[in-house]
């Protein structure tokens, strides 16, 4: 009899088995990117449109600073919470406005977004408290433009 010998190297087994475990860490680390949004810092309302807390930012006169963003969250997005808005949590929470953070499916399709003219996200933009916009921010808004331009922003002149 003759005794079957494998060339050097892995077993087909062992291909397999590494295969399976290389697809299951590839299909881990999609589902946490695509599925893990971690919500902006500090007390975030999640609506699917401001005009639900503009009642309570008139009885509060407060205004509202509302995050439209993509839902899944894209770069731009999770660059925003990283590094705008968690870095002015205190700003925010000196403005002592109300959050209002408004995820967005589908630009072209949402009747929210259509409302607002959003037309790229992500986008801030600072209420009155009836409701009226007073400034907008647009895309990639860095720290201080952020507090400076957006949240001591002046009312709009219509």
Same mark, same amino acid.
């Given at each position: ?11 087909? #087994?062992?291909?397999w088995i590494?295969g399976?475990?290389a ?5 881990s ?9 971690p919500m902006?810092?500090?007390?975030w309302?999640v609506?699917d449109?401001p /005009? !639900?807390?503009?009642e309570?930012?008139?009885? /509060?006169?407060r @205004? %509202?600073?509302?995050?439209f !963003?993509a839902? +899944? ?5 999770s660059?925003m %919470?990283?590094n705008?808005?968690?870095k002015?949590k205190? =700003?925010i929470?000196q403005?002592n406005?109300? #959050?209002l953070?408004v995820? %967005?499916k =589908?630009? !072209?399709?949402? +009747?929210?977004?259509?409302k ?5 996200? +992500? ?5 009155s ?6 400034r #907008?921010?647009?895309? @990639?808004?860095?720290?201080?433009p ?9 009312t709009?002149k +219509?």
């Amino acid at each position: 009899m003759t005794e079957k010998t494998r060339p050097a190297g892995a077993s087909p #087994r062992g291909k397999w088995i590494f295969g399976l475990a290389a697809a299951i860490i590839a299909l881990s680390i999609f589902l946490i990117q695509r599925f893990y949004e971690p919500m902006p810092p500090g007390n975030w309302a999640v609506h699917d449109d401001p /005009q !639900a807390l503009f009642e309570q930012a008139r009885t /509060q006169n407060r @205004r %509202v600073l509302a995050f439209f !963003a993509a839902r +899944p969250r894209g770069v731009d997005d999770s660059w925003m %919470v990283s590094n705008t808005l968690m870095k002015n949590k205190d =700003n925010i929470d000196q403005a002592n406005v109300i #959050r209002l953070y408004v995820p %967005v499916k =589908n630009l !072209a399709s949402s +009747p929210v977004a259509a409302k607002y003219q959003i037309t790229q996200l +992500p986008t801030c933009v600072l209420f009155s408290p009836n409701g009226f916009e007073i400034r #907008r921010g647009q895309g @990639r808004i860095g720290q201080m433009p952020f507090d400076k331009e957006l949240l001591q922003g002046e009312t709009k002149k +219509p």
